[in-house]
C-alpha cells in the first residue's frame, strides 16, 4: 500500500457526495463500531482522542476545527488578543443547552474552570492561563502569566458545560478516572451540540440522536446514530460486510485487503499525525515491576540505546502492520508545525552482542527482568506490536512480562493521577497526537517537559524523563513569535531527546477506516470522526 504520508496535514478524504444539506426525509440510523467503548461522557475526563471527537458531537468548544482542521466559529464568533496576556472570546448569542437552558459566559468560565480543575484529564491546557473572567455574558476574558499565541488552538477540542446542569447533578469536577471515579457527567450529558445523550450502556451502546435546537444548520441526515464496542475484528468486518453496521472505525491491516474486495464497502486510507512512542520509567529509584533492586535501569542512557537500538521498526512495518505505518525516531510526525525531517534519523540497529555488551558496561550483564503495560483496543494492532518488541528485547537478555488490557484499565493504570502522581508503570506504549495545536510545542509541553502538577507541563510524561535544558527551550518556544529563532529552539529541543533516547518512537500510524458505500463521511487527519457531516443514502 502506498501512503503519502507527507502531504499536508489539512488532507481529508471524503466519501460519496458532497455535504449539503438533506431534507429529514431522508435521514437515517447510522451505527457504528470501534475495538475499545468511549471512556466518558464527560469531555474532560481524559484527553484521548476517540473520547474528544465523540463527546464533541454533543458539548460544542469555542471555536472548532472544519474539514481542514483549520479553526472557525462555534460558540465563539470572535476571539483574539487584546494584548500580549489577554485573549478574548465573544459569545454566539441565542444559543442554547439541549435542556433549554441559555448559554452565556457563566457557563464558559465555569466549563474551562472545571478543565482546569480537580479530576480533569486536560490540565496541559491551561498551563499558560492565570485568570478566567466574565465581562458580560457574551464576552469572557483570559489573562495569561506569560504570552501564550497558541492558545484558541489549544482550546478547540475542549467542549462547554452547562454550569446550572453540573450544579444540580453535583458534577461540578470531573470524576477521576485514573481512581476508577464517577459521578452524574460520567454516564449522562447536555450540551449545546448538534447531538443529544439518548441512552449510555457502557461496554454495550451509546446512542444518540439529533439536538432539534442546535444554533447551526444541520448537513447530516442522521435521526439516530448508534455506536457498538466491538473488540473482535473478525466480528468487526463481519458485522460491517452484512450491513450490521455502517461503519468502523480504525480498520486493522490485516482486514484492509478483505474490505477493499468487497463491493458494497470503501475503505478510507490517509496518513494520522499520531506518533506511536514506548516509554521507560525513568523517575523511580526503583521500577516498580522489574527483578533490580535498589536502582532504576532506565535511568541509564546505556541501558535506553541498548533498548531503542534493538527494536526492529522496519520489521513491525512488514510483519505487524503490513506496510500500514512510517517508521520514524521523532516524538512529531511530518505535517506537524516544528517537525524537522533531517533529524529524523534512526541511530543503526545494534547486533544482540553489540546490545548486551551496553548492558554489560551499564552493570547488566545477564540483562534483566521488567513487566510493560499495553493496550490492546487503542492503537493499530497495539497488542502485536507490543509482543514483537517483547520477542526482540529477548534477544539481548532482557525478559519482559507484558500485561494488555483494554484502554479504560490501561491509562487507569499508567497515566498520572490527578495531583501530578506517577501512574503504576515501568515500560508502557503510548500514542500522542497534537491536536490541540498541531505544533510540536504541544508534544514538548505535554510528553517531554519535567512533570509539575503546579505548571500543568509535564502531565502525560509518564515515564517522568526530565531534562532541564529542554524545559527552558519548551518555555520559550511557547512564548516566541519569531519563526526563525523558534525554530532554532525546536532543533536544539528535538536534538537533545533524540541524542539521549529519552522516548523510543516507532512509527507513524496510518488511519484506516470502512464505510458501507450509501455513507458519506469525512476523514480528517487528526482521526477525528464528527458525525455533523454524515450523510447515508
Not at 447536555?190 to 451502546?205: H, N, Q, S, Y
Not at 498520572?416 to 497526537?433: H, N
Not at 507513524?508 to 455513507?519: E, P, S, T, Y
Amino acid at each position: 500500500m502506498n501512503f503519502s504520508f507527507r502531504r499536508s496535514l489539512a488532507m481529508t478524504a471524503v466519501f460519496c457526495a458532497g455535504l449539503a444539506a438533506v431534507s429529514i426525509a431522508d435521514a437515517k440510523t447510522f451505527k457504528w463500531a470501534n475495538a475499545g467503548d468511549v471512556s466518558s461522557m464527560d469531555p474532560y475526563a481524559r484527553q484521548e482522542t476517540f473520547l474528544l471527537t465523540f463527546t464533541q458531537n454533543i458539548y460544542d468548544p469555542l471555536v472548532r476545527r472544519d474539514k481542514d482542521l483549520k479553526l472557525e466559529a462555534a460558540l465563539a464568533v470572535k476571539w483574539g488578543q487584546a494584548d500580549k496576556t489577554t485573549w478574548f472570546f465573544d459569545l454566539r448569542p441565542g444559543v442554547k443547552f439541549s435542556d433549554g437552558t441559555p448559554f452565556t459566559a457563566d457557563d464558559v468560565v465555569f466549563s474551562l474552570n472545571r478543565a482546569n480543575g480537580p479530576g480533569s484529564n486536560m490540565g496541559s491546557n491551561f498551563s499558560s492561563v492565570k485568570e478566567i473572567k466574565k465581562v458580560n455574558d457574551l464576552r469572557v476574558e483570559v489573562i495569561t502569566k506569560y504570552p501564550d499565541p497558541l492558545l484558541a488552538d489549544k482550546w478547540a477540542a475542549l467542549g462547554m458545560m452547562s454550569k446550572a446542569w453540573a450544579e444540580k447533578n453535583n458534577a461540578l469536577n470531573s470524576a477521576d478516572m485514573t481512581k476508577k471515579e464517577e459521578n452524574f457527567a460520567t454516564r449522562n450529558a447536555v450540551g449545546t451540540g448538534p447531538f443529544m445523550l439518548k441512552e449510555r450502556k457502557a461496554d454495550e451502546k451509546t446512542v444518540l440522536v439529533p439536538n432539534p435546537g442546535w444554533w447551526d444548520t444541520p448537513t447530516h441526515n442522521l435521526t439516530e446514530v448508534i455506536f457498538t464496542p466491538v473488540a473482535n475484528p473478525a466480528t468487526r468486518v463481519a458485522a460491517l460486510k452484512a450491513g450490521d453496521i455502517d461503519m468502523m472505525y480504525e480498520v486493522p491491516p490485516a482486514d484492509t485487503d478483505t474490505l477493499k474486495k468487497d463491493p458494497n464497502i470503501n475503505v478510507l486510507e490517509s496518513p494520522e499525525i499520531r506518533i506511536v512512542y514506548l516509554g521507560m520509567d525513568q523517575e523511580r529509584a526503583e521500577l516498580l515491576e522489574s527483578n533490580v533492586k535498589g536502582k532504576n535501569p532506565f535511568k541509564d542512557k546505556r541501558v535506553r540505546e541498548a533498548i531503542h537500538r534493538s527494536i526492529d521498526v522496519d520489521a513491525i512495518r512488514r510483519t505487524v502492520m503490513r506496510g500500514q505505518s512510517f517508521p520514524t525516531d521523532l516524538m512529531v510526525a511530518p505535517g506537524i508545525n516544528g517537525y524537522m525531517k533531517d533529524l529524523d534519523k534512526r541511530a543503526p540497529l545494534l547486533k544482540p552482542e553489540e546490545a548486551k555488551t551496553l548492558l554489560a558496561d551499564a552493570g547488566y550483564p545477564e540483562g534483566f527482568e521488567l513487566g510493560m503495560d499495553c493496550p490492546n483496543d487503542r492503537y493499530v494492532n497495539d497488542e502485536k506490536i507490543c509482543q514483537a518488541v517483547v520477542a526482540m528485547l529477548a534477544k539481548i537478555g532482557i525478559k519482559v512480562n507484558l500485561r494488555a488490557q483494554t484502554r479504560n484499565l490501561y491509562f487507569a493504570k499508567i497515566l498520572r493521577k490527578g495531583d501530578g502522581k506517577q501512574g503504576d508503570t515501568s515500560f508502557y506504549m503510548l500514542g500522542w497526537s497534537p491536536g490541540g495545536t498541531y505544533d510540536v510545542h504541544n508534544v514538548f509541553e505535554a510528553l517531554i517537559q519535567t512533570p509539575n502538577a503546579t505548571t500543568k507541563k509535564g502531565l502525560f510524561n509518564a515515564g517522568g524523563y526530565s531534562n532541564a535544558q529542554i524545559d527552558k527551550l519548551a518555555d520559550a518556544m511557547e512564548q516566541e513569535t519569531d519563526k526563525t529563532k523558534r525554530d532554532v529552539m525546536i532543533r536544539e529541543a528535538t536534538k537533545l531527546y533524540v541524542d539521549d533516547f529519552a522516548y523510543i518512537p516507532l512509527h507513524q500510524q496510518a488511519l484506516i477506516w470502512a464505510a458501507r458505500k450509501n455513507v458519506s463521511l469525512v476523514q480528517p487527519a487528526d482521526n477525528s470522526f464528527p458525525l455533523r457531516f454524515v450523510t447515508i443514502k
